[in-house]
């Protein structure tokens, strides 16, 4: 009790000292919502930016609550996008070797360090949807046109939903990783008919999913059966207009001949000279005699469509066939509740209710100026709703478990990580993590949305996601490679070698003297302040018992508390 | 609920809570759930390997016809995806298909030709196996009189199917979870799971009473920072671990720290102490995944494990593009890795004891995309073992030619065999009586022959 009452005081006394900071006055526009007028805490800040970044910081908690939520996030929005591809390119032409080794390097260092951290978190959000994989053979081969693609999802995170699906359909990486690349138009004499992967795939897992939604993400039933999207004709629809696409620039005689569209390569170079490998960064390019455009397409019927029983006719281009399908998608009463369900689980919480994935949609299908699609204000409405904002009971089971990539972002910008060069050399994080940036195994992500674990979860229809790989091999991995990187990875640490990522823990020894200020100060940057008492005292109490002697001793004591708290189901599970 | 039941949950749900963790605890729940009766097979242990391919394997150009007629069906439908008839690796079976076609094997798997050729052979292959609801014709198909299992031709959802059986019932059960569920009790270990997956998460081994066990291709990994050499912060690890969490998902991450941190120390002591193999596995994704089953097999007496079930997946068959190089590569990890396993069963006497089947999602449309396939339906599936009655080719093979009696439309052929009568067929030599085995597999009275005859009786 008195531990527990300590900490009460000085919760309080931050209270006070940091309302003098306080942020209205920098409010220009609350008429969206009542939340965005805050933070009224630096708890709510560190709430928000572990849904909004990778990672809150001090700085950013203070910062944030200097400027408010709208504020901070019009900064955001006005943040210069940072790269990938020009930190790789650079790399290329200091002479280092570049493989996807480089492009998980540039990822940390923005997930790090980049200051556009919403665009950044977005744009992860966006990579965990409209999947590629470097576990590809022909992905693994063009790192930086990887790179390049995760760029696209970068400058569009933002954007609009119907400009970005069209920019990823018509990129070769995602060309090459579900097969629309040279897919081409049926001969019946060869019995060759086009290739169905990215009609599927772009419909069951970029835009709409396998059953008709309601406004607000439940489930449309008829006759007490849910309704199909789609069908097998429709599918064949899609993989009809999905023909005719070839790398950009190939040369044609004639309009294009037989070889060149076979042997078309990916530049005007050939391999090594710079340039060979230039159309990995270009969109595809239409060819209209490998496009099957005699076909009447069925593409999707929805009440509302605006092709008639969403029949495309035949007599289209490749171009326009294209535009018209991916209207037909977008128009789609799915989409809105699809798109808002996945930004919810990626950065709120796993079983939103359906009225906050109602609002969410109602965003997406109009930004407030009649525009649908508009992926800035969604994720606008994601952040800002009061299921968002307000901290929900325990008992309602609300919260996800954290992705394990975030568990460690987090330890890393709390505790500023960085090498001697600036180089994140993280290259399989995979391997203990379970997880990396665009190297999911499947299109199918890391884990589905609706996945959720045998046991009391599935018995009470909770889903949650990222228990899909949290098998008894990875929660134990995850704990250990936090565990390397705590205890061992810290600055100073004569062990280590000067390109090691380590944290910085300077800062923290002054905190090792006072156990309650120590546990009260992660308490804020590690969970919000929603650690429990209990879980206050057991940590306060066992720091108590570790040696105070001398410097080492702040330090043990220090990365003890770090690690206990990052490995607790407390604080695996973002509430 | 049966008696039966409730003893099993009671029993699975104080396991995993760490009470029962010693060799007291476990004999205790050896003598409980004896009580409970026929589920206890005596002595001889039993295990089945579930080999996933995920992506949906193309099984027309793993198992391909031979003889005249039915090969030049098969080559107008592939073009250019046909193996040349030549460099097929001819079967001989001890008995001729239905249909009295010959067959090849891909060039690319020696070794299970080898197999299923000699004598007393361990290999059968299952023809055209896939999620059904009713038997079903073409006709019916194109007329929507029958049903069939929703969301055909998509990869998570048929996976699904296969791997439950139920396209038509809300279960989410795997049939490997429903047999763990059934059998578990025979386990005079309780705190192991009866279900072990080297491939993570699936849906095969989840039951309602039996959660599958994960372990990585070297073992199980332990926490390294709670030794027992800093007994302060384990104590403060397990403090927060254990804590009475206000959360379900709390509740939830605790529970598989808990299992991982219990069953670690278990299984590595008992590997540690493993005399080791001579077979000699190939260091291949699921070469390392099925020697890891082969040690976890090797040291059952120290795990004491009666009954198990095993999950290991390969990636990699979802063959849209480049499906010849891509196949060849995939089968042939296939060939070399079940063949090592398969030896190594020999060489630790559990032959007979162990069989091995192959799962994928669907098979894959004998039409071609240019130089891939598409999602298909049915689909040819090995099943290996000293207890298979190998050498034959079970159920029907079906007519491959383009717009044929068995093509649902460009190529996606129609399955003559359901999933729940490949599955039955294993589970009834797994030990499932008779009596029970529609509440395994409910829709099985469905069809007309519950029992392909591919094991030998139990």
């Not at chain 2, 079940?338 to 004891?353: Q, R, Y």
């Given at each position: 009790m008195k531990i527990r009452f300590a900490r009460v005081a000085l919760a309080a006394t931050l209270l006070v000292f940091g309302s003098a900071a306080w942020a209205g006055d920098h409010v220009f526009d609350s008429s969206f919502d009542d939340h965005a007028e805050g933070p009224w805490s630096d708890a709510d800040a560190a709430r928000f930016l572990t849904q909004a970044t990778f990672g809150p910081t001090l700085d950013e908690i203070a910062r944030l609550r200097r400027m408010g939520y709208n504020a901070w996030l019009a900064d955001q929005a006005a943040q210069p996008a940072s790269h990938e591809r020009s930190y790789m390119e650079d790399q290329a032409a200091a002479g280092l070797d570049v493989y996807q080794n480089s492009r998980?390097?540039?990822?940390?260092?923005?997930?790090?360090?980049?200051?556009?951290?919403l665009r950044q978190r977005i744009a992860f959000a966006l990579s965990e949807l409209f999947v590629v994989s470097d576990q590809n053979g022909d992905i693994e081969g063009q790192p930086i046109a990887t790179a390049a693609y995760y760029d696209l999802l970068v400058d569009n995170a933002f954007g609009n939903y119907r400009s970005l699906l069209e920019q990823v359909t018509l990129s070769p990486v995602m060309g090459h990783y579900l097969s629309m690349f040279k897919n081409r138009k049926p001969d019946a004499l060869e019995n060759i008919r086009p290739d169905e992967n990215y009609a599927r795939e772009i419909m069951q897992l970029f835009s709409i999913g396998l059953?008709?939604?309601?406004?607000?993400?439940?489930?449309?039933?008829?006759?007490?059966?849910?309704?199909?999207?789609?069908n097998q004709d429709t599918i064949r629809g899609f993989a009809h207009v999905f023909t005719g696409w070839n790398w950009a620039n190939c040369p044609r005689t004639d309009g294009g001949q037989w070889w060149e569209w076979e042997w078309c390569p990916p530049g005007p170079v050939d391999w090594p000279d710079p340039g060979w490998n230039a159309s990995w960064f270009l969109p595809m390019q239409a060819w209209e005699s490998y496009h099957a455009s005699a076909e009447d397409k069925q593409l999707l019927d929805y009440p509302g469509v605006s092709l008639p029983s969403g029949l495309l006719a035949g007599g289209g281009s490749a171009a326009s066939d294209l535009s018209a399908a991916l209207d037909n998608i977008f128009?789609?009463?799915?989409?809105?509740?699809?798109?808002?369900?996945h930004l919810i689980k990626r950065l709120v919480t796993s079983n939103p209710s359906p009225a906050y994935i109602g609002r969410v949609a109602a965003r997406f299908a109009n930004n407030g100026l009649g525009v649908r699609g508009d992926l800035g204000a969604t994720v606008r409405a994601v952040l800002m709703d009061a299921e968002a904002r307000q901290l929900p009971s325990l008992a309602g089971n609300a919260g996800k478990l954290r992705e394990p990539l975030l568990r460690q972002s987090h330890l890393w910008r709390a505790m500023h990580a960085a090498s001697n060069d600036g180089r994140y050399r993280e290259w399989y994080a995979d391997y203990y993590l379970g997880q990396a940036a665009l190297r999911s195994p499947t299109v199918f992500n890391f884990f589905l949305p609706d996945y959720s674990p045998p046991g009391e979860l599935s018995n009470l229809g909770l889903s949650a996601p990222e228990f899909q790989i949290t098998t008894d091999t990875t929660v134990a991995s995850v704990a250990n490679a936090l565990d390397s990187k705590t205890f061992w990875a810290w600055r100073g640490n004569p062990w280590m070698d000067p390109e090691d990522v380590v944290i910085d823990l300077d800062a923290e020894l002054a905190f090792a003297n006072d156990p309650v200020r120590l546990i009260d100060r992660y308490d804020l940057l590690f969970m919000s302040r929603t650690m429990s008492s209990s879980m206050f005292n057991i940590l306060v109490s066992h720091v108590q018992g570790m040696d105070n002697a001398d410097t080492d001793d702040r330090r043990q004591r220090v990365q003890d508390a770090i690690w206990l708290i990052q490995t607790s189901p407390e604080y695996a599970i973002e509430r | 609920m049966k008696r039966r039941d409730f003893i099993q949950r009671a029993l699975c749900a104080t396991a995993s809570s760490a009470l029962f963790t010693g060799f007291a605890g476990k004999l205790a729940l050896a003598h409980a759930a004896a009580g409970s009766g026929r589920q206890l097979l005596g002595n001889s242990y039993r295990a089945l390997v579930c080999v996933y391919?995920?992506?949906?394997?193309?099984?027309?150009?793993?198992?391909?016809?031979?003889?005249?007629?039915?090969?030049?069906?098969?080559?107008?439908?592939?073009?250019?995806?046909?193996l040349p008839a030549a460099n097929l690796l001819a079967l001989n079976p001890s008995v001729a298909p239905i249909g009295g076609a010959s067959f090849g094997l891909n060039p690319a798997m020696p070794l299970l030709r080898d197999l299923f050729n000699q004598t007393q052979s361990p290999l059968a292959i299952a023809a055209n196996v896939g999620p059904l609801l009713y038997p079903i014709t073409k006709a019916e198909y194109e007329a929507g009189s029958v049903p069939v299992p929703k969301q055909l031709f998509s990869h998570s959802d048929q996976s699904v199917t296969w791997l439950q059986t139920r396209a038509d019932a809300p279960d989410r059960r795997g049939w490997g979870g429903r047999l763990a569920d059934m059998f578990h009790a025979s386990n005079a270990n309780q705190q192991l799971s009866m279900n072990i997956s080297i491939d993570g998460e699936n849906v095969f081994q989840a039951g309602d009473a039996v959660f599958p066990y994960f372990v990585g291709e070297n073992g199980a990994e332990g926490v390294d920072a709670v030794q027992p050499w800093n007994a302060d912060r384990r104590a403060a690890f397990l403090a927060l671990r254990?804590?009475?969490?206000?959360?379900?998902?709390?509740?939830?991450?605790?529970?598989?720290?808990?299992?991982?941190?219990?069953?670690?120390?278990?299984?590595?002591?008992?590997?540690?102490?493993?005399?080791?193999?001579?077979?000699?596995?190939p260091d291949t994704r699921l070469g390392r995944q099925l020697r890891m089953i082969a040690r976890l097999i090797n040291v059952r007496g120290a795990l004491q494990m009666q009954r198990q079930i095993f999950y290991v997946g390969l990636g990699g068959f979802d063959t849209h593009d480049n499906q010849l190089g891509t196949q060849a590569e995939q089968l042939a990890e296939l060939d070399a890795a079940?063949?090592?396993?398969?030896?190594?069963?020999?060489?630790?006497?559990?032959?007979?004891?162990v069989t091995t089947f192959t799962a994928s999602e669907f098979g894959r449309t004998t039409s071609v995309n240019g130089d891939g396939t598409d999602h298909g339906w049915g689909s040819h599936h090995l099943i290996m073992g000293g207890a298979v009655n190998g050498r034959r080719i079970y159920g029907i093979p079906p007519?491959?030619?383009?717009?044929?009696?068995?093509?649902?439309?460009?190529?996606?052929?129609?399955?003559?065999?359901?999933?729940?009568?490949?599955?039955a067929t294993i589970a009834r030599w797994y030990g499932v009586p008779p009596g029970d085995m529609s509440t395994v597999f409910p829709n099985l009275g469905r069809f007309a022959t519950p029992d392909l005859g591919f094991m030998a009786s139990s």
């Open positions: 998980q390097e540039a990822w940390w260092l923005h997930a790090i360090n980049g200051p556009d951290q059953l008709r939604l309601n406004a607000d993400g439940t489930l449309l039933m008829s006759a007490g059966q849910p309704v199909p999207t789609y128009q789609h009463p799915n989409v809105g509740p699809f798109i808002a369900r | 391919l995920y992506g949906g394997n193309d099984a027309f150009n793993m198992l391909v016809p031979r003889s005249t007629a039915e090969y030049n069906q098969y080559a107008a439908a592939r073009g250019a995806l046909a254990d804590a009475a969490h206000g959360n379900a998902l709390q509740r939830q991450y605790a529970s598989v720290m808990r299992r991982s941190m219990n069953n670690e120390t278990m299984i590595n002591d008992a590997l540690d102490a493993e005399t080791a193999l001579a077979t000699q596995f079940l063949a090592a396993f398969h030896a190594a069963t020999i060489e630790m006497s559990v032959a007979n004891a007519n491959l030619s383009v717009e044929g009696p068995d093509d649902a439309g460009w190529g996606q052929i129609i399955p003559t065999t359901a999933v729940d009568q490949y599955a």
